[in-house]
């Protein structure tokens, strides 16, 4: 079993997260394009087949 010291490091385990917590406010580089890719799925259309088996299951809830 790991005590709270082996995540923070080779500081205190208070220290570490205080600095995790900081880490958390600025996002890597990566996330804008993450963003982007996710913002573009959502913004794809339902496809027909899609939204057909949504009104089916509808009619039968």
């Known amino acids: ?6 995540f923070a490091g080779d500081h ?7 600095s995790g917590r900081r880490a958390m406010r600025k996002n890597p580089d990566w996330t804008n394009g993450l963003r982007q890719l996710y913002d573009a799925v959502v913004d794809e259309p339902l496809p027909d087949q899609f ?9 039968k809830g």
Request: proline residues 0%; aromatic residues 0%.
């Open 51 to 59: 939204r057909d088996l949504l009104a089916q299951l509808d009619k």
């Open 1 to 6: 079993m790991m005590d709270s010291k082996s």
């Open 12 to 18: 205190g385990a208070d220290e570490g997260r205080t």
